[in-house]
C-alpha cells in the first residue's frame, strides 16, 4: 500500500453545542495517535468552531467546519465565511455533502466555487461524492461518480488536487446503518483514483487521499482501512462519542 496518512474524521452534522464540544475533545485530546501515524480530525457546527478550536489546542485533533461560502464578505446572509474560518484556525472544510446537495440543491458549480476558495483561504476541502440507490440499482454508479469529481474538481491545480481529501459517501449508507462492503467501497474509491489520474497524473492519484463515509464504525473500521485505495473514514454518527471516536482513531491497534 503506497504511503499515504491515514485521516479519520468526524462529521457532526446538526449537533453537540459548545459545551459538548469543549466536554468531547476534553475526553478524546490525551488519547489520540500521533499525527504522523492517523490524522484525525472533528468537522463541527459553525457555531462550535470557536469551542473546538479552543479545545483542541496543543492537541493532535485538527479541526474542520461542515461548509463555507465562496465568497470571503459581502451582502450573503446567513453564510460563513472561508477567509474568516482561516482565521480562526480551521484546518478542513467539507464540501459537496449529500445532504447539503440534497436538501440546500447546491450544485456541482458551486461545489467547485467552494473548493477554490477554501484553497485560496489556505486551508482543505474535503470533497463528498457519492450514488443514490436508484444510480447504483441502474448500474450507474461509477459513471455518476466521475462526474460530479470531474465537475467538482474543474480548474483546480495538480498540487492542490495532491493536498485535499475525496470522500466516497454511497447516498444510501449514510445513517441508514447500511454499509457499502469493504469491497463495493474500495472498487469505487480506486475508480475515483483513476479519475484523477486521466484528470491530472498519477504523481497526484497517489497522493490525493481518498475516504469512505457510510455507516462506518468501531465494528467494521478495520476491514475498510485494510483496502488499498481508502485512505480515511468520513463519519457521522460513530464520531457522536469519545469512547466510539478513540476505537475508530485507534483502528490500527
Ligand atoms: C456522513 O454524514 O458523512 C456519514 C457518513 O454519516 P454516518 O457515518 O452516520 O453514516
Known amino acids: 500500500k503506497i504511503m499515504r496518512t491515514p485521516i479519520i474524521a468526524g462529521n457532526w452534522k446538526l449537533n453537540k453545542n459548545?459545551?459538548?464540544?469543549?466536554?468531547?475533545?476534553?475526553?478524546?485530546?490525551?488519547?489520540?495517535?500521533?499525527?504522523?501515524d492517523v490524522e484525525t480530525l472533528i468537522c463541527?457546527?459553525?457555531?462550535?468552531?470557536?469551542?473546538?478550536?479552543?479545545?483542541?489546542?496543543?492537541?493532535?485533533?485538527?479541526v474542520g467546519a461542515e461548509n463555507c461560502y465562496f465568497e470571503d464578505e459581502g451582502a450573503y446572509t446567513g453564510e460563513t465565511?472561508?477567509?474568516?474560518?482561516?482565521?480562526?484556525?480551521?484546518?478542513?472544510?467539507?464540501?459537496?455533502?449529500?445532504?447539503?446537495?440534497?436538501?440546500?440543491?447546491?450544485?456541482?458549480e458551486d461545489i467547485n466555487k467552494k473548493a477554490k476558495a477554501i484553497f485560496a483561504?489556505?486551508?482543505?476541502p474535503i470533497l463528498c461524492c457519492g450514488e443514490s440507490l436508484e444510480t447504483r440499482e441502474a448500474g450507474?454508479?461509477?459513471?455518476?461518480v466521475e462526474g460530479q469529481i470531474k465537475a467538482d474538481l474543474e480548474g483546480l491545480s495538480a498540487d492542490q488536487?495532491?493536498?485535499?481529501?475525496?470522500?466516497?459517501?454511497?447516498?444510501?449508507?449514510?445513517?441508514?446503518?447500511k454499509t457499502a462492503t469493504a469491497d463495493q467501497a474500495e472498487e469505487m474509491c480506486a475508480a475515483i483514483r483513476k479519475t484523477v489520474a486521466d484528470l491530472y497524473d498519477e504523481t497526484v492519484a497517489d497522493k490525493v487521499r481518498i475516504q469512505y463515509?457510510?455507516?462506518?464504525?468501531?465494528?467494521?473500521v478495520k476491514e475498510i482501512m485494510?483496502?488499498?485505495?481508502?485512505?480515511?473514514?468520513?463519519?457521522?454518527?460513530?464520531?457522536?462519542?469519545?469512547?466510539?471516536?478513540?476505537q475508530l482513531a485507534h483502528y490500527k491497534d
Open 18 to 36: 459548545p459545551q459538548e464540544t469543549t466536554e468531547f475533545v476534553n475526553a478524546i485530546k490525551n488519547d489520540l495517535p500521533k499525527n504522523t
Open 44 to 62: 463541527a457546527p459553525a457555531v462550535d468552531l470557536p469551542a473546538l478550536i479552543e479545545a483542541a489546542k496543543g492537541s493532535e485533533l485538527h
Open 81 to 108: 465565511s472561508p477567509k474568516v474560518l482561516n482565521e480562526m484556525g480551521i484546518d478542513y472544510v467539507i464540501i459537496g455533502h449529500s445532504e447539503r446537495r440534497g436538501y440546500f440543491h447546491e450544485t456541482d
Open 121 to 124: 483561504n489556505n486551508m482543505k
Open 140 to 144: 450507474k454508479a461509477e459513471e455518476f
Open 161 to 177: 488536487v495532491s493536498n485535499m481529501v475525496i470522500a466516497y459517501e454511497p447516498i444510501w449508507a449514510i445513517g441508514t446503518g
Open 213 to 220: 463515509g457510510g455507516s462506518v464504525k468501531p465494528a467494521n
Open 226 to 246: 485494510s483496502k488499498e485505495n481508502i485512505d480515511g473514514g468520513l463519519i457521522g454518527g460513530a464520531a457522536l462519542q469519545p469512547d466510539s471516536f478513540l
